[in-house]
């Protein structure tokens, strides 16, 4: 297997819900991202897992809660999202290779959020 | 940190045309730049990337030339075809950003549109 995925492909949630967002990779990569885009911008970096500990979070508002069960699997759960939360989220996996920050990172396809 | 400028921000050419974009970054430690191409409601696909001991890279009709000193790197992309219409990003990955390694910085994008 040499995607990532994500699920749900599309959501829509009141600002009152809680909902989870599932990425999953099994390309033995020991980072996982958690990107925001929004339309007609380039992806923001919101949290990074390495070797399944939060190493980087970047400022994120605790509405958004990221989890990294196991080194497949990441999860961002959401609740009391506002409007400007709607965007594309998307998921990342890199390979953490031995003396250098040579980072290819690939992206699952994105779950797509409204927050009504 | 890093910051990375992108120009152009849209792009129109005539099919069998080349296309240039070009970037730069501030980090003089940053030392992966990596192209990503987003179609419309798709994930961002790794097209092309360079290291910092290299100076050129091609992969038939793509390919990225990086100057260090000048820290600028540019993706060419020669007998544009309809398919390459998307936004392209470019990106850099910085030693020194946060503390962390390997964390991608994004250009603001690139529109491309290839007409017929």
């Known amino acids: 297997d040499t995607e990532v995925t994500q699920t749900p492909k599309h959501l829509v949630m009141g600002m009152t819900n809680k909902k989870s967002l599932k990425c999953e990779q099994h390309m033995g990569h020991r980072a996982m991202y958690w990107y925001k885009q929004k339309a007609k911008k380039p992806p923001e970096l919101m949290f990074v897992?390495?070797?399944?500990?939060?190493?980087i979070n970047e400022s994120v508002p605790s509405r958004f809660s990221p989890e990294c069960p196991n080194s497949s699997l990441l999860n961002l759960h959401l609740h009391a999202l506002q409007p400007e939360d709607s965007a594309l989220y998307l998921c990342?996996?890199?390979?953490?290779?031995?003396?250098?920050?040579?980072?290819?990172?690939?992206f699952g396809p994105g779950t797509r959020l409204t927050v009504l | 940190g890093e910051n990375v400028e992108q120009h152009p921000s849209t792009l129109s050419v005539q099919e069998g045309d080349s296309a240039v974009i070009k970037c730069t970054y501030s980090d003089s430690a940053s030392n992966y730049f990596p192209w990503y191409k987003q179609e419309l409601g798709k994930r961002p696909q790794l097209i092309i990337d360079?290291?910092?001991?290299?100076g050129e890279k091609k992969d038939q009709r793509i390919a990225v030339t990086l100057n260090k000193t000048a820290k600028h790197f540019s993706l060419h992309i020669t007998e544009t075809q309809p398919e390459d219409s998307a936004v392209y990003f470019c990106a850099a990955s910085s030693m020194n950003y946060g503390g962390s390694q390997g964390n991608l910085i994004f250009g603001k994008g690139t529109k491309l549109s290839v007409k017929p």
């Open positions: 990342a996996s890199s390979p953490l290779l031995a003396g250098g920050p040579y980072n290819e990172q690939f």
């Open positions: 897992y390495s070797y399944e500990k939060l190493s």
């Open positions: 360079i290291r910092s001991n290299v």
